[in-house]
């Protein structure tokens, strides 16, 4: 009870002080944007995995979050922050997939020299493909939680989605992924 | 009634909520395959020629070259497991295949896109800097204002907060284009201040241009940004395509000309952004540094506190006019 205070505590502490980065941001502090930069970078790289090509990503994260610098004075709720950059995220992502031919697509596995790198890539593309095929909250939850390493209470305090809602969708995901995962071996 | 048991059951899985209980293997395996992809930033680790000569193999499309082991930055290379702390004197030579990501948490990402030639240099005082030797680098910059310098052969540009794309050829003929916030360009005594929205070209031989924005006509644009001499330009023909938003351009003509062209291009522009009674034009006629800020003043470019807040420093030396319309 006592670690649930103290957890609790630390948590709405966090918070006030991620409302002060975000109203100092949106008054053109750079330095606070730079924190929140570090804060939602992992978010908004798992929404773009969720969607478009692991070598796309980086591009997309910078995208979101020039676009997330212009548009932040507009913001009226600090706490709506995560949800909002979470939407812009997703997108980006998905205009991305739209613009991208389908002659632009290249395969994961390029003709070129094998390496142990090579291999634990491929595999990590083909795990992702797995992740990719799962409805689009699963999808995004997932990749948050197996890719990000983020925990549920740090999806549920990044995305606006309540702890209930990622739990659902951590596990009822992960369900779909274990059969899925069965059928592929 | 089947589905909800496992739901229930499968909500008891505390590995999969936070990494915590007893481990489920399925998951920590999945989180061992999936690593690869994770985003990484700034890990702090030692840098070897091993590790560097790995990296050159594992990258097709990038070539690091290592003059020789230096102090390392706060830049890292890629963002992935490949990703490498660099170190000044690191050149960053991308093919026509990828572009390459550099981050640094204090101070902002660059993409250096394909065919393109990024060195990092030894910071200058607090100023972290680097040179494009030749390509196109995207600047995202939360840094504070003039914390971050890119050098060009023909100009520095200097960000003073901002999101913006510098291209640049061996000789210094390029483009620098601004989306967000404001970058100087200086070479030779010359600056140049270009806001979002705006672009400015750049050349080997005279350094940065006369900034222009996006959306002013394109006969006025192409006065500017077309690598025309600025001694070949038809002034009184310019000066009429000019808006009143177009008064920035006209402000950086000013120590770009000299005598009655100056006086024309001060007449232009005290008609499209009014001077505050206190500038004279005989003191603007004169580059006169407290004539220029006021003459700046009129533009009503919003807020100029980081452009101040780096411009006090040398504002008492002179401008240096290098190419003479007469």
Redesign the interface.
Known sequence: MAAELALSFQSSESRAEEHALILAAQTGDRAAFGRLYERYARMVHGIALSYVQHSDVQDIVQDVFLQAMERLPSLRLPEAFGGWLGAIARNTALDAVRRRRPTDELPHQLPAPRSSHDGQLDAAHAALDKIRKLPEAYRETLVLRLVEGLTGPEIARQTGLTPDSVRVNLHRGMKLLREQLREWQ | MTHRH??SK??E?PY????SGPIDL??AA??R???????R?GKKRRFTVGVAVASI??M?ALLVWFPAPKPLSDWTLG????HRQLHSGQVITTTNE??A?IHS?????L?VEPNSSLRLLHPDGKQERFALDYGTI?A?????PAQFAVVTPSATAIDL?C?YTLQSDIHGDGQLAV??GWVALQSQGLESFIPAGARCRIRGDTGPGIPVYDDATSLFRERFLDGTDLADLDLTETLRLARPKDALSLWHLLPRTHGSQRAQVIARFSDLAPLPSSVRAADLLQLRPEAMDGAWDSLQLG?THSWRTWKRPWQAEPLAPTQPLE
């Not at chain 2, 999969?16 to 990494?19: K, R």
């Not at chain 2, 963002?79 to 490949?82: M, S, V």
């Not at chain 2, 995202?140 to 504070?144: C, G, K, L, N």
């Open positions: 496992q739901d499968s909500f899985n999969l909520w936070d990494g399925e998951v999945l989180e395959t999936l690593a690869p992809l994770r985003y930033q193999a594992a097709a963002e992935t497991a490949q990828a572009p990501h948490r204090r101070l902002g990402t993409t995207r995202f910059i939360w840094a504070p907060g999101v989306e967000a807020s």
